[in-house]
């Protein structure tokens, strides 16, 4: 990694800017990790990478809302960005073969805040 | 793609639940219009509105509509989806006053990854305060923002820098405290997990401007994620030089190390912390001399809390007049807050100061869990208080918690319902203290205990009216003698619940009876012939055989053989079962 | 109970002391080390310290017992941490550990015979909006109630035949 210094500073941060759509973010703080999150997070890479899906799947910290975690933030072109809870495998899956490739929003698991 | 989304949930949450029936209703009537391909409908987890029977919202807008009924569907696609317009009848204003800012990045970015924070406006309050602030105009700054400490005193940020910067000394040092001891509070755990990068931020800051060198982070050593997010956050600051020397081309050199704690409360306080970081026993010392002037290693020492740190950087990347538009006027900004116990949407929160207690519990939090009645709020953790139901209208801010024998404390607020015994909770509360006393000084060591002695007998009920009296005197000595903050606030649960549940104690001392239906001792178990239909299910789980009897006559409990473990109660199908 | 893989030479606790000798205030992140590593502070090890480091034995056991984290009795094979929190007390963490304590027939603190399993009381595990929660070996098991803990339980010791 190249240090930053007061001019090369400012471009640095233009330069990380993150992809607008298309990624999967999934909360992975203690609470998250503790309902279940690392198994979405690996459900949610494997199907992505067995339906050879262009979709980033990243890792956050808590989104705040521990009562229904583990929580999944999807933003797809064409389909709302929205956040769902509960989520376990099998929601994961949901939301790949509904949210992802469906283009519509799956039921039953919508956080709105 | 679909031209409108609408999301529905019924958020009623006594009886059934509806969201099905209206779900199908509302696409049966899409259909019939030929719509269903245009707009698309969904059924919501969390529809972020609370008790408001079937609401509805529409995505992307701020149309939202609740207390629905069948009948309104075809109203709604008519006008609101057909034509955009707004039925005013339906409509509901949104009252959750929820604001990120020191959550701002917690949920958005990866933690692990330095360059999102970077996007995010990340670093921008250090280069700024590096290429242009000198100490004294940070502290200035800082002085317009408002900051108080988030650590639970609410001292005012700028002072406590002030202090260090104005004591010479060839090395000073800054602190994060993120020994968070509060039993019922994570708001630091997920700072430091979720956006690592703002506490460093702040921490380079706090260094520059009191002319410190070196930094430590002062971890609980039972996070174990939030201790491997900070090293790896710490690294990728030394790697892209905003950690390290000449720091942004600028003279000033910071190193950042971590310290872990090692599960003593005591250690949240700021002398016996620095104690720990030494590597002694975590026992404090008497102040003066302050931190600030005399710390670690008898230098110059500013700790400040970890949602602290995250608040300066807000300030530096925002702007101090920004920070301080929120809030009351002695208390700026935002707080976070982890809002726990008998409350429908368990987390953590951030709101503006002032927000009352009621919109957070209501609003924010859902209400209370399976509708039963609010009892009170406990803030502040084992330092602070109790705030009976009648002030939940009070709006949250250092001064009025203080007023009403709570403190705002670090961000635990717990919430409690009509089963919850204020004095079993004051007992725990102050079992706590006693097991976290480092016994030093006598007033916490052996008021604490003695203290925790007559909730027991009360919870007992082999306790008098004059045992709340001595209560009260132990309290007074506790709090005006003890050495340092754990046990000078140890009493406050005990003081505050005896200040606005005294009829509840006085049941307990006088009457032999828990309203609540907690203290076991003060309980006994009983069938209820009226009820009972004989089934024998209770004689089979009684652990201790205390059930005795027969289908033809009736079955009884044996009171000196129970030992009101609650297996019957939860295997009666018929409720037939009564404590109290 | 001392497993074998437990006893560490002289030199292996030399290098677990390597990285922090010279640095100020080394020793409670030093005795993180040695915990991290066996599970407890060994006696021995502590005896070890003393001569590494150069200080007083009252010293390393004043710290070690000060400190709740620190243990000095080998764990079971599987620590149960039970949380006891104040929302974890509040939704009904007394009764299981009620329920731990009648299974296990140990109290907090001890380990039961066969050495399987440690119950432990924690304050806090941060994971209040699950609560009560516990943690076995690290992994949290949230939203708990008596009924659960046979179940949770068992898979553990199945594990092991």
């Known amino acids: 990694m190249d240090k930053l210094t007061k001019d090369n500073f400012q471009k640095a941060k233009n330069d990380s800017v993150q992809k607008k759509t298309n990624w999967i973010k999934v909360g992975m703080s203690t609470c998250g990790i503790a309902a279940g999150a690392r198994e979405v997070y690996d459900t949610l890479t494997e199907e992505v990478k067995r339906r050879n899906l262009n979709i980033d799947i990243l890792k956050t910290g808590c989104l705040g809302m521990c009562y229904i975690e583990p929580l999944v933030e999807v933003c797809i072109e064409g389909v709302p960005h929205v956040v769902y809870g509960n989520v376990d495998t099998k929601a994961a899956l949901g939301i790949v073969d509904k949210h992802i490739c469906g283009k519509r929003v799956m039921n039953d698991h919508l956080v709105i805040k | 793609m679909y031209r409108k989304t609408i999301f529905i949930k019924d958020t009623d949450s006594q009886g059934l639940d509806r969201t099905k029936e209206f779900y199908n209703k509302f696409l049966e009537n899409l259909r019939s219009r030929n719509l269903q391909n245009d707009i698309q409908v969904a059924r919501a987890a969390d529809i972020g509105i609370y008790n408001q029977g079937i609401v509805l919202r529409v995505y992307g807008e701020d149309t939202i509509y609740v207390q629905l009924k069948e009948t309104d569907i075809d109203n709604i696609i008519s006008l609101t989806i057909e034509k955009n317009?707004?039925?005013?009848?339906?409509?509901?204003?949104?009252?959750d006053k929820q604001l990120r800012r020191v959550l701002r990045n917690c949920g958005v970015i990866n933690p692990d990854c330095i360059e999102d924070y970077l996007a995010n406006g990340g670093y921008q309050g250090l280069y700024k305060v590096l290429t242009s602030l000198k100490p004294e105009e940070v502290i200035k700054e800082l002085k317009i923002s408002g900051l108080r400490g988030r650590g639970g005193g609410g001292f005012p940020t700028w002072m406590k820098w002030d202090f260090a910067l104005k004591t010479e000394s060839d090395q000073k040092y800054i602190i994060c405290n993120g020994d968070e001891g509060d039993p019922g509070a994570y708001m630091d755990r997920s700072v430091l997990e979720g956006d690592p990068h703002s506490v460093i931020e702040g921490m380079i800051i706090a260094g520059y401007t009191i002319g410190a060198s070196k930094g430590y982070f002062y971890i609980r050593a039972e996070y174990p994620l939030a201790i491997e997010r900070i090293q790896n956050a710490i690294d990728q600051a030394y790697s892209k030089g905003l950690i390290g020397e000449k720091i942004l081309n600028s003279g000033f050199n910071f190193d950042l190390s971590i310290r872990l704690g090692a599960g003593a409360f005591v250690c949240g306080e700021e002398t016996a912390l620095i104690a720990s970081i030494e590597g002694k026993r975590g026992t404090p010392l008497p102040r003066p001399p302050y931190p600030s002037v005399k710390g670690l290693w008898s230098k110059p020492t500013v700790?400040?809390?970890?949602?602290?740190?995250?608040?300066?950087?807000?300030?530096?990347?925002?702007?101090?007049k920004e920070f301080a538009k929120l809030g009351t006027e002695t208390s700026k900004g935002t707080k976070v807050f982890a809002l726990t116990g008998k409350v429908k949407n368990s987390g953590l929160i951030e709101v503006p100061m002032g927000t009352t207690l009621r919109e957070i519990v209501f609003d924010v939090g859902g209400g209370v869990l399976d509708n039963k009645n609010i009892k009170a709020v406990q803030t502040g953790g084992p330092s602070g208080g109790v705030i009976p139901a009648q002030y939940l209208d009070t709006p949250v801010d250092y001064e009025n918690l203080s007023k009403l024998g709570s403190i705002m404390g670090s961000g635990g607020m717990i919430v409690m319902d009509e089963t919850d015994c204020m004095v079993d909770i004051a007992k725990f509360y102050l079992g706590f203290?006693?097991?976290?006393?480092?016994?030093?000084?006598?007033?916490?060591?052996?008021?604490?205990?003695?203290m925790l002695d007559i909730l027991t007998r009360i919870s007992k009920g082999q306790a008098q009216n004059h045992d709340l009296e001595t209560l009260s005197r132990i309290s007074f000595a506790?709090?005006?003698?003890?050495?340092?903050?754990?046990?000078?606030?140890?009493?406050?649960?005990?003081?505050?619940t005896l200040k606005h549940f005294l009829p509840e104690y006085k049941e307990h001392t006088e009457n032999k009876r828990c309203p609540a239906g907690k203290c076991l001792d003060l309980l006994s178990y009983k069938i209820i012939d009226e009820k009972c239909k004989r089934c024998g299910a209770c004689v089979r789980i009684c652990p201790v055989s205390a059930i005795s009897g027969n289908r033809e006559h009736g079955y009884s409990i044996d009171t000196q053989k129970c030992t009101k473990c609650g297996q019957c109660i939860s295997v009666c199908k018929f409720k037939a079962i009564s404590k109290e | 109970m001392e497993a074998s893989n437990n006893i560490r030479s002289d030199k292996e606790i030399k290098d677990l002391v390597e990285k922090w000798k010279g640095v100020e205030g080394n020793l409670i992140m030093i005795l993180h080390t040695i915990q991290d590593e066996y599970g407890y502070i060994p006696r021995h090890v502590s005896?070890?310290?003393?001569?590494?480091?150069?200080?007083?034995?009252?010293?390393?056991?004043?710290?070690?017992t000060f400190y709740n984290y620190?243990?000095?009795?080998?764990p079971g094979k599987h620590k149960i941490s039970l949380c006891m929190g104040t929302a974890c007390y509040l939704k009904g963490g007394v009764d299981i550990l009620g329920e731990l304590k009648s299974i296990l027939h140990i109290e907090p603190g001890q380990t039961t015979k066969d050495g399987l399993f440690?119950?432990?009381?924690?304050?806090?595990?941060?994971c209040c909006g699950l609560s009560p929660v516990m943690m076995i070996d690290g992994k949290i098991y949230g939203k708990l109630s008596q009924e659960k803990i046979p179940e949770i339980l068992t898979h553990y010791i199945e594990a092991e035949s």
């Open chain 2, 478 to 496: 506790m709090q005006k003698a003890s050495l340092c903050g754990l046990g000078q606030t140890a009493p406050n649960p005990v003081v505050s």
């Open chain 3, 118 to 126: 440690t119950i432990e009381l924690v304050r806090c595990l941060g």
């Open chain 2, 303 to 320: 700790i400040n809390n970890v949602e602290t740190l995250a608040n300066v950087a807000y300030i530096f990347i925002r702007g101090a």
């Open chain 3, 47 to 64: 005896f070890e310290l003393q001569k590494l480091l150069d200080i007083p034995l009252a010293r390393i056991y004043e710290v070690i």
């Open chain 2, 433 to 450: 203290c006693v097991e976290e006393s480092c016994g030093k000084c006598a007033p916490c060591r052996i008021g604490g205990s003695q």
């Open chain 3, 70 to 74: 620190f243990k000095l009795e080998p």
């Open chain 2, 85 to 95: 317009e707004i039925i005013s009848s339906l409509q509901y204003k949104k009252k």
